[in-house]
């Protein structure tokens, strides 16, 4: 197994360093205004599914995928949509979370009166969980401005200790390299 160490002479460590630095620019936007910056990821991941929705179009019209074609076409639809409407509604997606979240507390609730009308044991347990969900999901709705501070605040926390740990790891990593490279052999 090489551990960076071994990597003598290449600019493995500002590599490093660079992805570090970034990492903690990028925790103090989250912590400044953490609403815009979990926007811009959710809207940085549409762009990827819009890519992948491109490589799998791509990829149905290769010689050798003729089986696969229909199937990787309408992944590549997929993939494309779905990324067009998580960047259009980038900055609605907790509130669609809560929504979901909601709705399907109320399908859980009607599915425990079919229990409970069955004589099954179960129905009180799935009535708890779907009254649970949908409390959660109208929760996530009217705060939803609050919970994306939140976790805005743990991934600027979580951001700004691997940013930190990648730039300790690099300078560690120069100063052994220079340390290896200045002992005579």
């Not at 940085?44 to 819009?50: M, P, S």
């Not at 009535?127 to 949908?134: A, D, E, K, R, Y």
Request: glycine content about 12%; hydrophobic content about 55%; charged content about 10%.
């Amino acid at each position: 197994m090489k551990t960076l160490s071994t990597f003598s002479g290449s600019r493995v460590w500002l590599w490093l360093l660079a992805c570090g630095v970034a990492l903690t620019a990028l925790s103090v936007a989250t912590f400044v205004n953490a609403e815009k910056i979990l926007g811009l990821l959710i809207y940085v991941a549409g762009v990827a599914l819009c890519g992948v929705g491109a490589v799998a179009g791509i990829a149905a019209f290769l010689p050798g995928r003729r089986e696969e074609r229909s199937r990787l076409l309408i992944l590549a639809a997929g993939n494309a949509l779905l990324g067009i409407f998580v960047m259009i509604f980038s900055q609605l997606a907790l509130i669609f979370v809560g929504i979901a979240l909601a709705i399907d507390g109320v399908g859980a609730v009607l599915k425990s009166f079919g229990k409970k009308r069955s004589g099954e044991n179960s129905w009180l347990a799935e009535m708890f969980l779907g009254v649970t969900f949908f409390v959660l999901g109208a929760v996530v709705v009217v705060f939803h401005s609050a919970i994306q501070s939140l976790i805005g605040g743990a991934l600027g926390l979580l951001l700004l200790i691997g940013g930190l740990s990648l730039s300790i790891i690099a300078l560690l990593t120069r100063s052994s390299q220079k340390s290896g490279e200045n002992t005579p052999a």
